[in-house]
């Protein structure tokens, strides 16, 4: 059996048009700022199309590997809009919904949905369990899109920092996407990349309608994506029913979530082993490790991710 190409991704990558205040933002849900080298200009053009160097900082819970970039970008965030296509929003968990919800509000949360519960309509993965979730959406500075779980009410439990001490917030849980086609997705990160499928079926869609705001009942299928060991998820949503969604604007890099970045020895060699992506110029980044290979790659239904070589801008 040959190794996987990726393990599950070790950063989200979120452009922002106000650096501090992103960090505040996620210093709300308990993550804590540190340093990185900047992007030089033309690192900055080929990751993300930007035309000067690039800001960087890392936000990222006590004790957890995996951390979210934030990328400084002069492009504003396009405002959120239900079923766009491209990349969605981040997931964290609670343990005191109301002392998160106040503290993220103060910097910045807006458009914030009740708590919805949910359980499952169908589910494609044999064996699947019964799971009632309960959830609150909303978008912070920058239109990045949050997703907040109570755990004290939730029975569809990922493991996370939460079972090991008292924090209130876990770490990053999953980075989310809205796809084309989850046939073709499904493919290409689990035959290709080699991820392993967690989880695939459908949310109750009435649910969904006060959760993300969907303008109708319309099923949403989603893919949760993670490696062996059970690391940061991904979910890859698509809405079968529907045709010729309109694609969220990312090119050059704007404010919100964009991709997720993994960590591979050899970047040549993994673009290879990954045909169906589409990718950019392999570029040589500056940064506190030394100097790093790294290219910016699109999946077949257009979830972007990024290739580090033997490293990252790690705090």
């Known amino acids: 059996m040959t190794d996987p190409v990726l393990t599950h991704p070790t950063a989200a990558v979120v452009g922002t048009t106000d650096l501090a205040g992103a960090a505040l933002f996620f210093s709300a849900l308990g993550c804590v700022p540190w340093a990185l080298p900047p992007l030089d200009r033309r690192s900055a053009y080929a990751l993300y199309g930007l035309d000067d160097e690039a800001r960087q900082l890392a936000m990222r819970s006590p004790r957890s590997e995996t951390f979210i970039r934030l990328v400084e970008t002069p492009h504003a965030a396009p405002p959120f809009r239900a079923l766009d296509l491209g990349a969605y929003g981040l997931d964290f968990f609670t343990r005191d919904l109301a002392l998160t919800m106040s503290a993220v509000e103060r910097a910045g949360a807006h458009n914030i949905t009740p708590l919805v519960p949910y359980g499952p309509e169908r589910s494609i993965t044999p064996d699947a369990e019964d799971f009632l979730n309960q959830e609150v959406l909303f978008q ?159 999946s077949p239904g257009g979830a972007r991710f990024e290739l580090w070589e033997g490293g990252h801008p790690s705090p």
Not at 145 to 167: C, F, G, K, Q
Not at 171 to 177: A, G
Not at 230 to 256: C, I
């Open 140 to 298: 912070g500075p920058d239109e990045i899109t949050v997703y907040i779980t109570d755990v004290t009410v939730s029975t569809n439990h990922w493991p996370t920092m939460l079972a090991h001490d008292e924090r209130i917030n876990s770490e990053l849980v999953m980075l989310c996407w809205v796809v084309d086609d989850n046939d073709v997705e499904r493919q290409f990160w689990e035959s290709e990349a080699g991820l392993v499928v967690v989880g695939d079926g459908y949310p109750d869609s009435e649910a969904m309608i006060e959760l993300m705001y969907h303008p109708r009942s319309t099923p949403l299928r989603c893919v949760n994506i993670s490696d062996a060991a059970g690391g940061t998820k991904m979910e890859l949503m698509s809405y079968p029913e529907e045709s010729g969604l309109p694609r969220r604007e990312e090119w050059p890099l704007r404010g919100g979530f964009h991709g997720a970045q993994f960590v591979v020895d050899d970047v040549e060699e993994a673009v290879r082993s990954l045909p169906s992506a589409t990718f950019g110029d392999v570029v040589e980044v500056t940064t506190d490790a030394g100097t790093i290979a790294a290219v910016t790659g699109t």
